[in-house]
């Protein structure tokens, strides 16, 4: 006999319409917020304190007209709170940090702008759903790359030397003594100049597939007084790297290669032998439903419209966003011939950390 359908649940259904609306209007929100960022409002508000439509719109440059509709959605979301009495707007100091703070620890501008430029491609995206393959990096323009910079900036201005380079000491005294330092997949280069201004007696060097974001690094390492000791390569690593280093690191750069297999097996050729591959990776479970949730959802989305796409674009693995858990970046370093990896004990909720030996 078979089976019977479970019974409708109403209560069940409408909670569940409820919450769809709820994301629908949480939509538009990180739309008007991403707005609020690229005009530069939150950062007014931030600054000259409580204001009407007219006087943020003055400042600011835009018009009154949607500067009065953008205030009105971002109070309705309750992120600007509004004084009947005197028509004014306001940006509470414990919102600024998220909304305001550019390079502060919980700003949140960084992943409004690549959110927005990889959303972009959602033709494109649509289009490999259907087809198979993916939307190379090249389709994307430049706001991505800025967005990924800032939100790099946040934990390279705040986490990078105060938090992670302490919890792994001996990397730490290896790049005070001075060691040659290698950065693959190092982006605009913000991870090693960082680390050059902090222990100027090493050498560092960036690799990077991705040509315009080298361009960017060099100029970055110009501008910081720091290209004595800092070069940046355009170079496909897992074809293999020309030096042998002492510390290697990869930031969230695993997850999105097309061989990843190829990447580990070069770091781990290039690692001197006592030498210290620095692995930032996602913090993620290798069971679905250990990353349902908030963040589990957003990397999922970032997945389709960038991690994954990108790898498959190229012909590689598509391990996407949440594709390299603990386990399987344990399995693949045994593989390439590592024999240590050791995660290291860090709360975040985004990262998880290793220190990984030959």
């Known amino acids: 006999m078979a089976a019977r359908p479970p019974a409708f649940d109403q209560v069940k259904s409408e909670a569940f319409a409820g919450r769809v609306l709820e994301d629908t209007s949480m939509c538009m929100v990180t739309l008007m917020a991403a707005l609020g960022d690229r005009l530069g409002l939150f950062k007014s508000l931030a600054t000259s304190g409580p204001s009407t439509s007219v006087e943020l719109a003055a400042r600011t440059g835009v018009s009154e007209r949607y500067a009065r509709e953008w205030l009105g959605g971002m109070t309705a979301a309750r992120y600007v709170e509004y004084d009947p009495d005197s028509g004014r707007f306001a940006l509470p100091?414990?919102?600024?940090?998220?909304?305001?703070?550019?390079?502060?620890?919980?700003?949140?501008?960084?992943?409004?702008q690549t959110m927005l430029a990889a959303i972009a491609q959602i033709g494109r995206v649509e289009e490999a759903f259907r087809t198979g393959g993916g939307v190379p990096q090249s389709a994307y323009d430049d706001s991505l790359w800025d967005g990924q910079a800032r939100v790099s900036a946040r934990w390279a201005e705040n986490l990078l030397t105060q938090v992670w380079l302490p919890a792994l000491p001996e990397v730490q005294t290896k790049l005070k003594r001075g060691a040659a330092v290698a950065d693959v997949g190092c982006g605009r280069g913000l991870a090693l100049i960082k680390l050059a201004l902090a222990c100027p007696n090493s050498y560092y060097v960036g690799y990077d597939l991705f040509e315009p974001a080298i361009a960017r690094a060099s100029e970055n390492a110009r501008a910081a007084g720091v290209t004595d000791r800092v070069r940046f390569q355009q170079l496909?690593?897992?074809?293999?790297?020309?030096?042998?280093?002492?510390?290697?690191?990869?930031?969230?750069?695993?997850?999105?290669?097309?061989?990843?297999?190829?990447?580990?097996?070069?770091?781990?050729?290039?690692?001197?032998?006592?030498?210290?591959?620095?692995?930032?990776?996602?913090?993620?479970?290798?069971?679905?439903?250990?990353?349902?949730?908030?963040?589990?959802?957003?990397?999922?989305?970032?997945?389709?419209?960038?991690?994954?796409?990108?790898?498959?674009?190229?012909?590689?693995?598509?391990l996407g966003t949440l594709g390299l858990p603990e386990t399987r970046l344990r399995e693949l370093c045994i593989e390439a011939g590592f024999r240590c990896v050791d995660r290291l004990p860090l709360e975040n909720p985004f990262n998880a950390f290793y220190g990984i030996k030959p």
């Open 93 to 112: 100091p414990e919102h600024a940090s998220t909304l305001a703070q550019e390079d502060g620890p919980f700003f949140v501008g960084g992943q409004y």
């Open 236 to 318: 496909n690593a897992a074809n293999g790297l020309p030096a042998q280093f002492d510390v290697i690191t990869t930031f969230d750069v695993v997850h999105d290669a097309a061989d990843p297999h190829g990447l580990l097996r070069a770091i781990r050729q290039a690692l001197r032998p006592d030498g210290i591959y620095v692995c930032v990776e996602r913090n993620c479970s290798d069971t679905l439903e250990e990353n349902i949730g908030p963040i589990g959802a957003l990397s999922y989305g970032m997945s389709l419209f960038y991690c994954m796409t990108t790898s498959l674009a190229a012909g590689g693995a598509g």
